[in-house]
């Protein structure tokens, strides 16, 4: 774990110009300032989808348990495949899947006509698809001499007792459930959840619901985000509601909120303008803040830091802003403090299917939608909007961000991009 800054080690106070850095240098710095939570709770496995595991989980078994069919067909010897074919067996008894291997089975000549899943009796070295079997009479007839084994799951042939199924840091995806139920575990020692406090900053904001007065928007940053937040079962949401800009409310909101979450999002007010308040405020609390200029559109300004023992993300308030930002920079660290190993974006190779001028040394996140695919199989992207960080209406249409590297300058038609579709958030 990377130790949490002093408040003298402040890279910037107001007034100060902060360096400018790239997005994945400004992602490592909140991760870097995580503090994963530490406190556990144990779950039945029903209750555990998409939390975190607080240990390494080891097999308590071998898997599959037993030698059992993959087919339905007859269970034979090699051993009793002698001279040449066709051979013709006695068929001496049945095994179903949850049968037990109890039974004696008579002559070395015999067949067992046994089903899928069902335990391979004890002497019997290969299965035969019923279809290359000619059943006749109480016997069976076969053409073909079989492999060793052949559509036998031998015992302990996935997973052997004691491997480890699962690490520490995982989230339990439906997968990894079925894997650990399927080796016996009935509960399993999860990370607690970590608390997400929200505060949307700005006198202008209305929630949906309410009348707007003159010069009032909408909050669309609250919704917004809790929606984000509502996908990840390792989460939870204090919603601290809309503080306006005043500099001695934001303090009370944010010195009161921050000591009941691991990590408060705050969006607005961040910029350097007369009217933007989060930062003071923080600071009046303690806060140890770093200013970060992040070359990145949207959001450039952001503030990560901690207040008392609590992250502290200040993300602006364009909503196009703030879905970026969050997800590129405060997710990553909200992900780090809920014990995640995987923090990281999710991204895939894609290819751009428009051209676009940009400006160079900039990382843009542009709302796109998968157009077709190009002969590799890969996404050809169609970008929407004209990169407003206040045009939500883009947004709403995509089905996830593209990265246009700072490298480039113009965009240009089968470029390959990075994709991040909304799904993999
Ligand atoms: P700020 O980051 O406070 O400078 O806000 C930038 C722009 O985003 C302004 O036009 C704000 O009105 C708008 N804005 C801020 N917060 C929200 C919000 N929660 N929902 C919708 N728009 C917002
Ligand atoms: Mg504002």
Known sequence: MVARPSPSSESCSAGQAAEVIPVDIAAAKAVAIARPVRETERLPLLGAAGRVLATDIGSQMDLPPFDSSAMDGYAVRLAAFAGKGPWRFRVTGRMRAGDPDTCAWEGDAAAVRIFTGAPVPGGFDAVLMQERCERSGDGILIA??????????????????????????????????????????????????????????????????????????????????????????????????????????????????????????????????????????????????????????????????????????????????????????????????????????????????FSYAKKRGRTEFVPVRVAGRDGSGAPVLEMLGRGSSANLGAMAQAEGIALLPPEADMIEEGMPLRFEPFCHC
């Open 144 to 353: 073909e001499r079989p492999r060793a084994w052949e559509n036998i799951r031998r015992a302990g042939e996935y997973v052997r007792i004691g491997d480890r199924l699962l690490a520490e840091g995982e989230a339990l995806a439906p997968q990894k459930l079925a894997l650990l139920a399927g080796s016996g575990v009935a509960d399993v020692e999860v990370l607690r959840k970590v608390r997400v406090g929200l505060l949307s900053t700005g006198s202008e904001l209305r929630d949906p619901g309410q009348s707007l007065a003159s010069g009032q928007i909408y909050n669309s940053n609250r919704v917004l985000l809790r929606a984000m937040l509502a996908g990840f079962a390792w989460a939870e949401v204090l919603d601290f509601g809309i503080v306006p800009d005043h500099r001695d409310a934001l303090a009370e909101a944010i010195g009161a909120s921050s000591g009941r979450c691991d990590v408060l999002v705050t969006t607005g007010g961040v910029s350097a303008g007369d009217e933007d308040h989060v930062v003071a405020a923080a600071r009046s609390n303690g806060a140890s803040l770093e200013v970060l200029k992040v070359a990145m559109r949207p959001g450039k300004p952001l503030k990560v830091g901690v207040v008392g023992g609590t992250l502290f993300a200040g993300l602006p308030g364009n909503p196009n802003a703030t879905l970026v930002t969050f997800r590129q920079i405060a997710l990553p660290a909200i992900r780090a403090t809920a014990g995640l190993r995987d923090v990281h974006p999710a991204w895939f190779p894609a290819a751009a299917g």
